[in-house]
């Protein structure tokens, strides 16, 4: 017989959290990233562990992480009160212990009507999916993503090495990105931080494959200039990137590919291009006016943490669920 010791060592954390918190409504939080030391490179991930510090903050809930190897565990959705399953790349199988909520974040094209009717609600980032998915789904709503303002939080430096820089963080998936590739064959001096980019530009340009999630503040802080994209298929649904409110939330400024949901969100307190010629002029125009940085990345901070931070996003869950 042979002993799975990722399981023990799983069960063996629940139910040490368990035990503390027995007397709380338990809420399971089922990721679709891996439990292994890669889970840490996942946005699920991290989205995961500040949604649940974000419900939590109450003092009437418990939550615990669950990843995808373990959604299943009979002993584990026993003892739980609810589940919500953050959508990725996978499909959750709904386990008959406790009530299921799907939050919509990623990867539209694994959600179909038979399986988006199996949650007694739908939480959807994308606006323009929350009105497609009311066709399918008992009941949903619009909530987009959030930052979580403990960990992010302005962090300015003295002579830091980030100032007066254009930076972006992110991995190319295989893929050249656009909006490094703009910057590269304008001759912009981009900063870049993430895997995969050997193969696309120059060595020179590359400063790290990895940025702990933890330190993630600092760059945002310091930067002149931190550049965002989003995926083809998450920007033609209209999903915000939760690195948008993660650098609002630093008084970062940041450069985005242009969707309508910013614009509804921060009234043009973020600035976004449509084209290639669009966001080099602005690169330009914003390295040469810091001060409207600064007037901008204020606007937009103020509204991140008005309406977009883990807790109130949490609010509005327990809202919804009756909690």
């Known amino acids: 017989m042979v002993i799975d010791k990722g399981v023990i060592r799983y069960l063996f954390r629940f139910f040490q959290f368990y035990r ?51 959604w299943n565990i009979d002993c584990v959705n026993n003892r739980a009160d609810l589940s919500l399953v953050i959508s990725g790349v996978r499909k959750a199988t709904i386990h008959p212990a406790n009530p299921h909520y799907l939050y919509v974040i990623s990867h539209p094209e694994i959600l179909s009507e038979d399986y988006v009717k199996q949650f007694q609600h739908v939480f959807c980032a994308s606006e323009h999916l929350t009105d497609l998915l009311s066709e399918q789904a008992h009941s949903v709503s619009y909530l987009p993503q959030f930052t979580n303002e403990e960990r992010f939080y302005p962090c300015v430096e003295a002579n830091s090495d980030f100032s007066n820089q254009v930076i972006f963080i992110g991995n190319t998936r295989n893929t050249y990105r656009d909006v490094v590739k703009i910057c590269v064959e304008a001759r912009i001096p981009v900063v870049v ?131």
Not at 265 to 285: C, F, H, M, P, R
């Open 20 to 70: 503390k918190n027995k007397h709380k409504k338990i809420i399971l939080l089922k990721s679709a990233h891996p439990y292994n030391a890669s889970m840490y490179s996942w946005g699920d991930y991290h989205f995961a562990c500040d949604l649940g510090v974000g419900l939590a903050s109450t003092g009437d809930f418990a939550t615990f992480v669950v990843p995808f190897e373990y």
């Open 193 to 323: 931080y993430g895997k995969g980019w050997e193969q696309y530009i120059p060595a020179t340009l590359i400063k790290g494959d990895y940025v702990d999630n933890n330190q993630l503040r600092y760059f945002y802080s310091n930067a002149a200039i931190v550049l965002n994209d989003h995926w083809p298929e998450m920007r033609e649904q209209g999903f915000i990137s939760n690195r948008v409110f993660d650098v609002c939330a630093c008084n970062g400024f940041i450069i985005s590919d242009h969707i309508s949901a910013l614009e509804k969100i921060y009234s043009g307190a973020v600035t976004t291009y449509t084209s290639e010629e669009d966001l080099v002029q602005k690169i330009n125009y914003f390295l040469n006016h810091p001060q409207e940085r600064k007037a901008l990345a204020a606007k937009a901070r103020q509204v991140t943490l008005q309406s977009h931070t883990n807790k109130a996003v949490a609010s509005e869950i327990l809202r919804v669920i009756g909690a």
